[in-house]
């Protein structure tokens, strides 16, 4: 079976390169252009994991990745964290709010694809 | 998609992210301090980088970066954004823009400018910022981000698995040392809380090479006494890798914050002897990752399990883990039954707004446009075969048009756009043109979400360009001037749009010094333009900065010079079938004001008959219409006529006469005048032969179709199927002067 992601990123332009990317690789791809659309899209989607920014509109990656460890339902899921810094400030941010792991911009797809992998059985 | 469309997309939303960026800075510099704004424009700094590293475009990635740093010591509170500060991330802004299009058409930027603004923004970043050390420092710019420069093939073929095998290491040639490392691994629960998995973490470990395991289960209570959210396992792992120790530490990247780990490397010859003293027994065990992957390594997986015994007690020991998850699982799943259920109906909020291809919105525009000729055709035939008078056909076909104008509304509007992108385009040609005259001045936008339709937006920005250039280099005096004149040294620039009786309008008023009159008439006078004795009123006097070839600046400044005067703005409105006109006061400042249609593809208009011929005049031209008496008529040289309208003489103009229809001047009493509002706010009385009726017609470009003619606009497609003319009403004024302004002048001052 096809694993199912759902990317949270507000840029047109990534949300493009992770579905063109995903759709390749063979994964199912859902997305949502922040925190609050991803947290509703998250209800009916039940992805095997999810990939999101962290600098978004409306609700933040930290403030939607705490969300998602709130809900009941869908806390166990692996949460990856695109981030262009890869300074340990933000990393650990995320971290803390429950970030599974992070993939640092700009992705190659191959390093989106091995983080995935690792998160996913 | 491939990844040109999605450089296109990136390109769009790069502008939408500067025209946010540019309206969050300006709203910073209006004293703004909502942390959301600061935010707004963080985001959009950072998402052009984000994109653009994705397509190795390193200058705008370089740029981006050191602004995003400095912008960070503004978000986090650590740079206060100061007039001077927000004056260096403005232009910042703007370099960001050029980088972005010379990064789309090519094309290069002024180097040493934007070289100069990194410059300013590290030291903002640095300078101003006491804990700066801590921030990342900015790069400079050679040093931009260098992986990005190979493009990350994405492209349908270019995805490449990571090829793994058992039999990899069996084949490892004899004798080459390859390092055992040693790992002990305790996960803690939040490992588990942030969805890493142990058994994925051994999984990956397997993959870099012979590995053996040992699961210690001595910390798991009774089924009756274990918490689903606690960790109760550790492992002993031993793994001989080509890829060492910092192999092993990358694979439990993710995880090594939330677990106890320690890994080390062996000597070969050690291993068997730690084994035995200090661990507890360890013998290779092949790791069944049957359950984790498909195919082929399954069935490799489980041969080896059947060889080797001690495989089931791993085994056992992950059952076990999964069977405390699955358990968890079930009493979550029990639980978020009923929130889900709540939830979902939120869902369906999401997606205020859709985009769509403008080609499909011009082309429904069209067809709309046939739709409303269609439907006025067959009004007229059912009227012209229906001798019954009324029927339910005539009122079915009322409906049917007024839904037809609706629809035709609604179509409108969705081309209706805000006329903010325009203006704010505005706000940095004010800077630009502030920086090299010196002058400083604030532009005043209002009524930017004034909306009018896209093709009329397009079209504004040139002439609204070049009135602020003028306005600013022409109009405002120099700060040390005004400060002399007892006026405020900044000089302010107003930009206005609203919406009047059905049409936009569009001021912009500066408070400068207003227009010279003396100095204009002087330079009427020296370019011929009029007599020297012409007695003009201080409008028509302001009105000769319309005039092709005027210019009042003693020195053509590099800015509003270049030959094109305001004579090609006029022209330029005129296209859009607007009007444009100017109000000074002597020290006090200019208004220009621009009134536009709301729309290029209908147009109100009366229907007249000129010699036969059909004729559309655009409503908005006429000021009013009357029937001339023979003795309001006085003739006026050879073939001049005027007419008396309420105390005034007005020139009279022959349509049919000017349009060659007919050779001789029709007797004005047996016409209608049609009274026209014309270039330089002059009037002029249009005599037609009749007027049919007033409607809205759509506009067919007679340009695309055919080919320009004098005297005409464009045309249109009737009710009856006959094609009509609409008039260009001001070059048919233009032509009654015969190009001759100096006479028709004189001829109103006569009046």
Known sequence: MKKKVLTVDDSRTIRNMLLVTLNNAGFETIQAEDGVEGLEVLENANPDVIVTDINMPRLDGFGFIEGVRRNEKYRAIPILVLTTESDAEKKNRARQAGATGWIVKPFDPTKLIDAIERVTA | ?751
């Open chain 2, 1 to 751: 998609m491939d990844m040109n469309e999605i450089k296109e997309i990136f390109f769009q939303e790069c502008e939408e992210q500067l025209a946010e960026l540019e309206s969050g800075l300006l709203k910073l510099n209006d004293g703004d301090r909502d942390p959301e704004t600061v935010n707004a424009v963080f985001r959009a700094v950072h998402s052009i980088k984000g994109g653009a590293g994705a397509f190795g475009l390193d200058d705008l990635v370089s740029f981006a970066h050191v602004f995003e740093t400095t912008l960070d010591c503004v978000r986090s509170n650590k740079l206060e954004p100061t007039q001077d500060v927000l004056k260096v991330m403005l232009k910042s802004a703007d370099v960001l823009a050029d980088l972005t299009n010379a990064a789309r058409d090519g094309g290069s930027v002024d180097e040493s400018r934007s070289r100069t603004l990194i410059r300013e923004l590290e030291a903002l970043a640095h300078g101003e910022a006491p804990a700066a050390a801590e921030a990342p420092a900015p790069k400079p710019v050679a040093a931009a981000p260098a992986p990005v420069v190979e493009k990350p093939p994405v492209n349908d073929e270019g995805f490449q698995p990571i090829p793994f095998s058992f039999g990899d290491f069996d084949d490892e040639p004899a004798g080459h040392y390859v390092p055992t490392v040693q790992i002990d691994f305790k996960p803690k629960k939040d490992l588990y809380a942030k969805g890493n998995e142990a058994v994925l973490l051994l999984r990956d470990v397997s993959r870099l090479g012979e590995m053996s395991v040992y699961c210690d289960m001595d910390a798991l209570p009774p089924l009756d006494k274990m918490n689903p959210e606690e960790a109760y396992f550790s492992w002993k792992l031993s793994v001989t890798t080509e890829k060492g120790e910092d192999g092993v530490r990358s694979v439990f990247e993710f995880a090594e914050w939330d677990c106890d780990l320690d890994i080390r490397t062996i000597e070969e010859d050690v291993v068997g002897e730690t084994a035995d003293e200090e661990e507890p027994p360890m013998q290779p065990v092949p790791f069944d990752l049957s359950m984790l992957d498909e195919g082929a390594s399954s069935a490799a997986g489980e041969e080896q399990a059947a060889e080797n015994p001690a495989a089931a007690a791993v085994a056992a020991a992950e059952t076990a883990s999964k069977v405390a998850q699955v358990a968890s699982r079930a009493a979550e799943n029990a639980k978020a039954a009923a929130a889900s259920a709540a939830q979902a109906s939120q869902a369906a909020a999401a997606g205020q707004t859709i985009r769509v291809d403008l080609d499909r919105v011009d082309r429904l525009i069209n067809l709309v446009g046939e739709l409303v000729i269609n439907q006025a055709m067959l009004s007229q035939s059912v009227v012209e075969n229906d001798n019954n008078g009324t029927s339910s056909i005539n009122m079915g076909l009322e409906e049917l048009q007024q839904l037809t104008r609706e629809i035709q509304d609604s179509v409108m509007a969705i081309r209706a756009q805000p006329v903010k992108p325009v203006f704010q385009r505005m706000a940095r040609t004010v800077r630009e043109i502030a920086d090299i005259t010196g002058k400083s001045v604030r532009l005043i936008t209002e009524g930017e979400n004034t909306e009018v339709d896209k093709t009329v937006i397009d079209k504004l920005a040139e002439p609204l360009t070049h009135m602020i250039r003028n306005a600013v280099d022409h109009g405002l005096e120099m700060p040390e001037k005004r400060e002399a004149l007892g006026k405020n040294p900044e000089g302010t620039v107003r930009l206005t749009a609203k919406h009047r009786s059905g049409r936009i309008i569009i001021e912009l008023a500066d408070d400068g010094a207003g227009i010279n009159r003396e100095k204009v008439r002087q330079k009427a006078i020296d370019n011929d333009l009029i007599a020297a004795d012409a007695n003009l009123s201080d409008e028509e006097i302001d009105n000769l900065i319309f005039h092709a070839g005027f210019s009042t600046a003693d020195k053509v400044s590099d800015l509003s010079g270049r030959g094109v005067g305001m004579d090609v703005v006029k022209r330029s409105i005129q296209a859009l079938g607007g009007r444009i006109s100017i109000s000074s006061k002597p020290g006090q400042g200019s208004v220009f004001t621009m009134s536009l249609p709301l729309t290029l593809a209908v147009l109100d208009g009366m229907v007249v008959t000129v010699a036969g011929q059909t004729l559309v005049v655009p409503l908005t031209a006429i000021v009013e219409t009357l029937q001339p008496e023979a003795s309001a008529i006085h003739s006026f040289g050879a073939s001049q006529r005027l007419i008396s309208i309420r105390n005034s003489f007005c020139p009279l103009v022959d349509v049919g006469r000017i349009l060659n229809f007919r050779g001789t001047q029709a007797n004005p009493v047996d016409g209608v005048a049609l009274l026209v509002e014309s270039e330089g706010g002059g009037q002029r009385a249009l005599m037609v032969d009749a007027i049919q009726g007033q409607r809205q017609v759509v506009i067919k470009s007679l340009e695309a179709n055919y080919t320009h003619v004098p005297g005409i606009a464009a045309a249109t497609i009737l009710g009856d199927g006959r094609v009509a003319l609409i008039l260009d009403v001001d070059a048919v004024v233009a032509a009654s002067r015969g190009q001759s302004l100096r006479q028709d002048i004189s001829l109103a001052a006569t009046g």
